[in-house]
């Protein structure tokens, strides 16, 4: 895996791998392990992320992990910087534990996720660990053997994806009968050859904001605007202080468009629609429930983008705005908590 662009698609199913630094390994007691998975269940708890499947090795660890609305990011900096405090307290000292950058790869999971486990569960291996998965005792694969309870972790996803409930436990041992081939291997690291960081068909690749070159990139205002003429609602009123429930209907599909098209980030959205990052986001997640058709890529989709006069923001100009905002403000919305 390589430098590339972050990719923020709320429900995203992400392989992750966070690698250490030379200086320490990550683990170096059975506490350090236990430290670990408990920071990892209280992630996993605030943010409303699903684990599919892990291995942790001194070096690296290495996730299947499905996000909610919370940004992958976010995710692993909750992850990295408690579990980083928790050792420094214990050892007394200071020190990067981590890199600064993880690895990650977007996947659908209905193609690959069962390739993903497959993958993750056999890392010792291909990195020398061991000589079989199951001799390897800090990896996922002894929950779905049934050899250990990991209350968790989603196992159920992968397993029906297996086959039928009676055979789940014989199509997982064929399965693991063999390593996954190189091919394989360099899918779920790397993502599909055309479309570094996604693995996954094209809907998929859209979704995470890959367009043919022909494609015109949308600025935000125009998202703004196609959104206030289908909801029948004034720029003026969303951008205003009102908590009327159409216009918070309105900010929430604003802001999931702009953000899963990569337009901006939520943080940077929200500035700009004078929101706090993590209120809108609960919004969003609200109105996807109750209103799904308006949070596909294809809702606006029969709305051509049209000139927007003297109101016209360029994505630069957008970021630039919500920096002001922000500064103008003093506060931080970029925060989780």
């Not at 409930?165 to 360099?186: G, S």
């Not at 500035?271 to 949070?295: A, E, H, M, N, W």
């Not at 927007?308 to 919305?333: I, K, R």
């Amino acid at each position: 895996m390589s430098y590339r662009r972050r990719i923020h698609i709320p429900g995203g199913t992400y392989h992750v791998v966070q690698r250490g630094t030379k200086q320490r390994p990550i683990f170096s007691h059975a506490e350090d392990y236990e430290l670990f998975e408990s920071v990892l269940q209280a992630a996993l708890r605030s943010t409303g992320a699903r684990l599919h499947a892990y291995c942790w090795t001194t070096e690296a660890i290495y996730l299947a992990v499905q996000i909610d609305e919370i940004s992958l990011g976010h995710f692993m900096q909750w992850v990295k910087s408690r579990y980083a405090r928790g050792i420094q307290r214990k050892l007394g000292e200071r020190g990067h534990l981590f890199q600064v950058r993880y690895d990650s790869v977007i996947i659908d999971p209905k193609m690959y996720l069962t390739s993903l486990v497959h993958y993750i569960h056999y890392v010792p291996v291909l990195k020398g660990l061991a000589d079989r998965p199951e001799d390897f005792a800090y990896s996922s694969h002894h929950a779905y053997t049934n050899a250990r309870e990991v209350p968790w972790l989603h196992c159920g996803t992968a397993r029906r994806m297996l086959g039928k409930r009676d055979d789940q436990a014989q199509a997982y041992h064929m399965l693991m009968a063999e390593a996954p081939t190189p091919e394989t291997v360099k899918l779920v690291e790397r993502g599909m050859p055309k479309t570094p960081g996604i693995l996954g068909g094209p809907e998929l690749a859209e979704a995470a904001g890959h367009r043919p070159k022909r494609s015109t990139r949308m600025t935000p205002d125009q998202i703004i605007h196609d959104v206030c003429r289908m909801l029948d609602v004034t720029r003026e009123d969303v951008l205003s202080k009102s908590r009327l429930r159409r216009l918070a209907l309105a900010r929430a599909v604003i802001a999931w468009h702009t953000t899963v098209r990569g337009i901006a980030t939520l943080a940077e959205i929200s500035r700009y629609l004078g929101r706090v990052s993590s209120t809108l986001s609960k919004t969003i997640t609200s109105y996807r429930k109750r209103q799904p058709d308006l949070f596909k890529l294809d809702a606006l989709s029969h709305m051509m983008p049209i000139g927007l006069g003297g109101h016209a923001v360029s994505s630069e100009d957008f970021l630039d705005m919500g920096q002001s905002a922000a500064h103008a403000s003093g506060t931080d919305q970029d925060a989780m908590y």
